[in-house]
């Protein structure tokens, strides 16, 4: 192929400048935010042809937090990122960017990370939500990553917050007992040592179906304007568990070891497993194919008290894991999100 000329302005013209970050990058600080009101399965009940015993017996759930009325998923995700940033030592003036990793912001616009980087007092920083659902975190973790070391930023506030309640049909059998509130955040910085692997991430919409908005708001805006809307029309997220269980336990395995892979580790490596805390069963599963080592701390306590948090679910399980001492800093831990979309994204982070 003949190289093409260029015109003579451009021959002239100086070169464009490209911003350059540091090598590596790490995991500095970890936040979390957990509602005070304890939503029981017998609570759940009171609305559904169930028992405790068999959502226990599915899901691994016994309980899950739900955030007061004027309890917004902004001012979660600016809880768990305060406590983040504490964690790191680092203050507002310092972040150079906010991602917000949530499907429940009641708002197409303005985003969440705007209102939450506002209230962190880190105005002028960049802020983007990530609707990645509940592989939103381990996205934002990527981005994060990217960000940092290409120049565009030398602190990011990452954040993964839920108000799951919001869109919870607490008649439906299938996904009234599923959910829970709550948010966690990160703090991703310069490191001289890598703390954060390559991302292995992808998407597949051809199961968009599975989980997913019942009802979109256009529909919406129309049955408004005709005055028929009915209760029922209200957006809910539906979920066809068995095909997702099945998805879950067959496809992200593979994920997972690719991510090991990339990281240039194998699972006797390992210290922690974070794994999104969708279902204790999609979790055992995932150990079993994994083939983890016993002494290998695997975070499955929040999806029991905490129910599926969606993007808040990795973060929130990671500070528990710190808080209580199953995890110290300096562990090597595989953390991976997986959720609708289909959307997944697995990482290999040293833990702060």
Known sequence: MSAVALPERARTRPPLRQQTGPAYTRIHGIGDYRPERIVTNDEICAHLDSSDAWIRERSGIVTRRQARDDE???????????????????????VGAVVV?????????????????????????????????CAGYTYGIALADDMIRCGRARFVVVGGAEKMSDFRNTSDRSTAFIFGDGAGAAVVGPSDAPGISATVWGADGSGSDLIRQSVDWATLRQEAHDACVSP????????EGPSVFRWATCQMVPVAKQALEVAGITVDDLDVFIPHQANTRIIDAMVKKL???????????????MANTSAASVPLATARLLRE?????????LQIGFGAGLAWAAQVVVLP
């Open 325 to 333: 001492g199953r995890a110290n800093s300096g562990d090597v831990a």
């Open 72 to 94: 917004s998923v902004v001012d979660m995700a600016a809880a768990a990122a305060r406590a983040a940033m504490v964690h790191a030592g680092i203050d507002a003036g310092e």
């Open 101 to 133: 990793a949530t499907v429940t912001h009641p708002y197409q616009t303005p985003a969440a990370a705007p209102l939450v980087a506002h209230l962190l007092g880190c105005d002028g920083a960049a802020a983007i939500d990530v609707a990645a659902a």
């Open 232 to 239: 029922d029309a209200w957006p809910f997220v539906t979920m």
């Open 291 to 305: 083939g983890l080592p016993e002494r290998v701390v695997v975070a499955r306590d929040d999806i029991a008290d």
